[in-house]
């Protein structure tokens, strides 16, 4: 949630900012040269609503609108077949998200809220406060790249343009172009079409620039940092279960989660996401293993049916089930680490059978939805964690990108590839229609 003194902070600041104006505009003193200096600088103050216009970008505006006509003309073409595309795109993606939104009522179950299609971004609900520098730098660089388009394409049409200015409304930046009306009712419709789609026209290509950023960053980065050997731990919240002595460290290297190889960031998350969905997997242990680590406990069932067999004051032991010739449902507490390091991954006995030794095939015998997975990340030795996978996917940041020099920063890329997310998330946000006059 949004922190409540950011939310004092910012209804105090725009209270303030009303009352200022308010009080200046009423005093007989200072109502005419506060007006004045509103004027020459191009501002207009309204309740939780800053605006500044300027002429001083028309000079670029018309080298841009005049520069090479035939291709501005094919260039703002391209933009209003898309426009037309993504209108009736948006109207079906929006029936979309009405249908999906109206089963959920009536069938009552809930849905995670990454099936629908659209979201609405709320800063502090489903967009946390870190990302919001990011979220409100992408709003304004795509609200001004929306407003170039419209405005470039209006001189382009022969629309006078008054001015290009900024706004601020509570928190939300954004731009705008000033175009004169009059000029703009009088070309055609298929003219109007082309300055009205080149907008979104400009924030799609925007979006195109950014994803080609994306997977061009491992390229443009590799004389700094390097890629494809592991994920590079950058923090671990303090309440993480894989914080701790023999947890993750900032620095550490991961490589592998179980026998699931570790070798960029979407593979720590593909293989979290595999390990939650699938069985616990086992660990091969000899027999003779088995029967000197293992000791006598009371075995007894949990409430969500599943089996306990070693005391609950352990912090090192863990139960373990497997089975023999005989018997098919046999329980065990070990010692988790000496049962589990530098031993091969196994789903049955059958996965254990080499070199003429007698092994076994022993599984954590957990919770529901709890898992124990080994980490491994140098230069440390494993970590050995039991929770659910998701405890240790969201309390754990992570980067694709090994820095070759030890002066370099390990956040730099990471801040650089979510600046370039954002762009294409917020295709279409920041932006008004042009201000016409």
Same mark, same amino acid.
């Given at each position: 949630?949004?922190?409540?003194?950011?939310?004092?902070?910012?209804?105090?600041?725009?209270? /303030?900012?009303?009352?200022?104006?308010?009080?200046?505009?009423?005093?007989?003193?200072?109502?005419?040269?506060?007006?004045?200096?509103?004027?020459?600088?191009?501002?207009?103050?309204?309740?939780?609503?800053?605006?500044?216009?300027?002429?001083?970008?028309?000079?670029?505006?018309?080298?841009?609108?005049?520069?090479?006509?035939?291709?501005?003309?094919?260039?703002?073409?391209?933009?209003?077949?898309?426009?037309?595309?993504?209108?009736?795109?948006?109207?079906?993606?929006?029936?979309?998200?009405?249908?999906?939104?109206?089963?959920?009522?009536?069938?009552?179950?809930?849905? /995670?809220?990454?099936?629908?299609?659209?979201?609405?971004?709320?800063?502090?609900?489903?967009?946390?406060?870190?990302?919001?520098?990011?979220?409100?730098?992408?709003?304004?660089?795509?609200?001004?790249?929306?407003?170039?388009?419209?405005?470039?394409?209006?001189?382009?049409?022969?629309?006078?343009?008054?001015?290009?200015?900024?706004?601020?409304?509570?928190?939300?930046?954004?731009?705008?172009?000033?175009?004169?009306?009059?000029?703009?009712?009088?070309?055609?419709?298929?003219?109007?079409?082309?300055?009205?789609?080149?907008?979104?026209?400009?924030?799609?290509?925007?979006?195109?620039?950014?994803?080609?950023?994306?997977?061009?960053?491992?390229?443009?980065?590799?004389?700094?940092?390097?890629?494809?050997?592991?994920?590079?731990?950058?923090?671990?919240?303090?309440?993480?279960? /894989?914080?701790?002595?023999?947890?993750?460290?900032?620095?550490?290297?991961?490589?592998?989660?179980?026998?699931?190889?570790?070798?960029?960031?979407?593979?720590?998350?593909?293989?979290?996401?595999?390990?939650?969905?699938?069985?616990?997997?086992?660990?091969?242990?000899?027999?003779?293993?088995?029967?000197?680590?293992?000791?006598?406990?009371?075995?007894?069932?949990?409430?969500?049916?599943?089996?306990?067999?070693?005391?609950?004051?352990?912090?090192?032991?863990?139960?373990?089930?497997?089975?023999?010739?005989?018997?098919?449902?046999?329980?065990?507490?070990?010692?988790?680490?000496?049962?589990?390091?530098?031993?091969?991954?196994?789903?049955?006995? /059958?996965?254990?059978?080499?070199?003429?030794?007698?092994?076994?095939?022993?599984?954590?015998?957990?919770?529901?939805?709890?898992?124990?997975?080994?980490?491994?990340?140098?230069?440390?030795?494993?970590?050995?964690?039991?929770?659910?996978?998701?405890?240790?996917?969201?309390?754990?940041?992570?980067?694709?990108?090994?820095?070759?020099?030890?002066?370099?920063?390990?956040?730099?890329?990471?801040?650089?590839?979510?600046?370039?997310?954002?762009?294409?998330?917020?295709?279409?946000?920041?932006?008004?229609?042009?201000?016409?006059?």
């Amino acid at each position: 949630m949004i922190p409540i003194p950011l939310v004092v902070l910012v209804m105090g600041g725009w209270c /303030a900012i009303y009352l200022a104006d308010t009080l200046l505009k009423a005093s007989d003193s200072l109502k005419t040269s506060y007006e004045e200096w509103l004027t020459s600088y191009g501002l207009s103050i309204s309740p939780f609503h800053i605006r500044w216009q300027t002429p001083v970008f028309n000079r670029l505006f018309y080298d841009w609108g005049r520069w090479k006509p035939r291709l501005l003309y094919q260039w703002f073409n391209l933009g209003m077949v898309f426009g037309i595309i993504a209108m009736f795109s948006s109207i079906l993606l929006l029936g979309n998200t009405l249908i999906q939104t109206l089963s959920q009522m009536l069938t009552e179950v809930p849905s /995670a809220q990454n099936d629908r299609m659209l979201q609405v971004v709320v800063p502090g609900v489903n967009l946390p406060v870190s990302q919001l520098t990011y979220f409100f730098t992408a709003i304004l660089i795509s609200g001004v790249i929306h407003e170039i388009g419209h405005g470039v394409a209006a001189i382009r049409e022969q629309v006078r343009f008054n001015g290009f200015g900024i706004f601020i409304f509570i928190v939300y930046p954004g731009a705008f172009v000033d175009l004169f009306t009059t000029h703009l009712q009088l070309i055609s419709p298929v003219q109007q079409l082309r300055i009205f789609c080149a907008g979104v026209w400009h924030n799609f290509v925007l979006g195109v620039l950014s994803l080609v950023a994306l997977f061009l960053l491992p390229v443009i980065l590799f004389p700094f940092y390097y890629t494809g050997v592991g994920a590079l731990v950058l923090d671990v919240t303090e309440d993480s279960p /894989a914080n701790g002595p023999r947890g993750l460290f900032v620095g550490d290297l991961v490589t592998q989660l179980q026998d699931c190889s570790v070798h960029k960031v979407e593979d720590w998350n593909s293989c979290l996401g595999i390990i939650s969905q699938e069985p616990q997997i086992g660990y091969c242990i000899s027999s003779a293993t088995l029967q000197q680590l293992s000791f006598p406990a009371r075995v007894y069932k949990r409430l969500d049916g599943t089996v306990e067999c070693c005391s609950n004051n352990s912090l090192t032991d863990v139960c373990f089930s497997y089975s023999n010739n005989v018997d098919t449902h046999l329980y065990a507490c070990l010692p988790a680490r000496k049962t589990i390091e530098a031993n091969q991954v196994c789903r049955s006995n /059958a996965d254990c059978q080499k070199d003429f030794i007698s092994s076994l095939c022993v599984i954590p015998s957990l919770e529901n939805q709890t898992r124990l997975i080994r980490v491994k990340h140098s230069p440390q030795i494993d970590m050995l964690f039991v929770g659910h996978p998701l405890h240790l996917q969201y309390t754990v940041s992570l980067s694709s990108f090994i820095p070759r020099f030890n002066f370099l920063s390990v956040d730099l890329p990471v801040v650089i590839e979510t600046f370039f997310k954002y762009p294409f998330k917020c295709m279409d946000s920041g932006s008004k229609l042009p201000n016409l006059t």
